[in-house]
């Protein structure tokens, strides 16, 4: 069996094989220091306190202590990878870039997936979005191309942002994923049914990392040598086909192997099976932009100060001086200093404020944005009843084959369920607004779970509004003195009902046991769970 196992899982084993002819490295303390004993502290005798001059000790535990940045609010599971982007066609015509300037151009690229509302330890086979993350490491500098594996996306302004996660997250009071708020931020914002559709859909669950096509999220804007600009979209296909997991198979993979896309992903790349992507474009022209029936831009502007400004809350004002982050192929020079995680050379002697008389860096006027005219209004403008159907209604009647809608269908309803009744409502009239028949099946399926939901028995105890009780034990009262005050109110307690909120409690007395500590009762907890 030890002969079969992937690359992921003989990771050490190969390094160790790679550095066979080498001899181990001196262990040393975070400062280089040689260490001497890495297995015992430092005491006075073998049962004597710990000394504070033990600093193999406290270098290890203090380093130990502070392992850990703040997680990733949204896309914290990820697996990452170094690659290349090769120009294969030429677009010189719509942008003076570096990176596209000529056919077989290639330059280095990061390339990080992930999932969305998960946390750093969630399973990869969830029915969530993926992020789709591509940094260029230009001449030019820097160019992150953000992404995800759909082409559209929940809501159109970005002030919705920290909202739409908020409900995607854990309820803050139960810290448990609650149906309930998912459902309702969607049901009131029509316009993420599009994104909605695609996520139920077979692709919500792709089949690890490498099957996947990436969307740009944004519209950005291309210009060319001669000053001509364009809107652009970039998309990426994969050149391993789109394979996506059922729902049991994601279900069982989630149970059995939940690092299943980042193990696919290293295993491949480690047998030389190496995942390739096409980069497209599509053009749009100012003047075609101005008459679209719907909006190019959604949440274009927001990112632009959210994800540099969280990379500043994780890592500090220095993240792009990180390997990974740094621009290393163009030469940083600018008037910013210090801060932490400062480990360059903090630009030596060269003056730090602008203008200056010390030949210190000067700006390019080739470097300047192109100029683009706007008027309007300024105003806070409602998008939320622009058109939130017209391309749903071909995603479903046109995209999908009847096998998919009707899977569609079932994982929707499969999600929904959990949802109360009036948000079901509510979602299934939005759908119901694309076709009719995309409400009708999904309100359908929401009646036979609806029917099959546990009723009250009359003998057990209800909280007034339709719940279903269950009864636990949550615990043990211990005293000394059975005969004592708390012994005396229990017992009166016995087979009466007490209810609290949301909560009825129901008290037994249990027989004494021996010893020092009596056990008096354990309590058992009615919770209502219905609507």
Not at 55 to 79: L, N, S, Y
Not at 161 to 174: A, D, E, L, M, V
Not at 301 to 307: D, E, P, Q, S, V
Not at 351 to 363: C, T
Request: aromatic share 12%; net charge neutral.
């Amino acid at each position: 069996m030890a002969d079969n196992r992937d690359p992921a899982s003989d990771q050490m084993k190969h390094w160790k094989e790679q550095r066979a002819a080498q001899k181990p490295d001196v262990l040393t303390t975070g400062g280089g220091n040689p260490v001497g004993d890495k297995l015992n502290s430092l005491t006075v005798g073998p049962r004597g306190p710990l000394l504070v001059q033990d600093v193999v000790f406290t270098d290890e535990m203090a380093h130990f202590d502070r392992e850990r940045i703040p997680e990733r609010v949204v896309h914290a599971k990820g697996a990452g990878a170094f690659g290349y982007f090769e120009v294969t066609h030429d677009i010189t015509r719509y942008s003076k870039a570096k990176v596209f300037e000529h056919i077989g151009k290639r330059t280095p690229i990061a390339v990080r997936f992930s999932t969305v509302a998960g946390e750093s330890g969630s399973a990869d086979t969830v029915r969530d979005p993926r992020g789709f993350a591509v940094k260029f490491y230009t001449e030019d500098g820097n160019w992150d191309l953000v992404g995800n594996n759909t082409p559209i996306f929940f809501i159109r302004d970005a002030l919705l942002f920290p909202s739409f996660i908020h409900s995607q997250k854990r309820n803050p009071q139960t810290h448990l994923k609650d149906p309930d708020m998912v459902w309702d931020f969607w049901s009131l914002r029509p316009e993420s049914l599009h994104q909605v559709s695609f996520l139920f859909s077979d692709r919500g669950i792709p089949d690890g990392h490498r099957h996947m096509n990436g969307y740009g999220s944004h519209t950005f804007k291309l210009v060319n040598a001669n000053g001509e600009a364009v809107y652009c979209k970039f998309h990426y296909k994969t050149d391993q086909g789109i394979k996506n997991l059922s729902v049991e198979d994601a279900a069982r993979l989630a149970h059995e192997d939940p690092d299943y896309g980042l193990r696919d992903l290293f295993n491949a790349i480690a047998t030389g099976n190496y995942p390739s992507w096409t980069l497209y474009i599509q053009v749009m022209t100012f003047s075609e932009a101005e008459i679209f029936p719907f909006n190019p831009f959604d949440l274009t502007k927001g990112r632009l100060f959210a994800y540099p400004d969280t990379h500043r809350h994780r890592l500090g004002p220095n993240y792009l001086q990180i390997p990974v982050n740094c621009p290393y192929r163009a030469r940083v020079a600018n008037y910013q200093r210090d801060g932490p995680m400062c480990m360059m050379d903090n630009q030596g002697g060269a003056p730090n404020y602008y203008p200056n008389s010390f030949s210190a860096p000067e700006h390019q006027p080739s470097a300047l944005e192109h100029r683009t005219h706007f008027s309007g209004d300024v105003q806070r403008f409602n998008s939320a009843n622009d058109d939130n159907v017209t391309q749903v209604r071909t995603f479903y009647l046109k995209v999908l084959n009847e096998e998919q809608r009707k899977r569609l269908c079932e994982n929707i309803a499969g999600h929904l369920k959990d949802a109360q009744l009036f948000i079901q409502k509510k979602a299934v009239k939005n759908f119901s607004d694309v076709h009719p028949e995309y409400g009708s099946r999904i309100q359908a399926l929401l009646d036979k779970y609806n029917e099959e939901k546990p009723k009250v028995s009359p003998e057990q105890p209800s909280c007034g509004r339709g719940c279903v009780s269950w009864i636990g034990t949550v615990g043990f009262l211990f005293s000394d003195s059975p005969q004592g005050q708390l012994f005396s109110f229990l017992s009166s307690c016995s087979q009466s009902q007490l209810r609290f909120k949301d909560l009825t409690w129901k008290a037994q007395p249990l027989h004494l046991s021996p010893g020092p500590y009596k056990t008096l009762g354990c309590v058992g907890v009615c919770v209502c769970v219905g609507v």
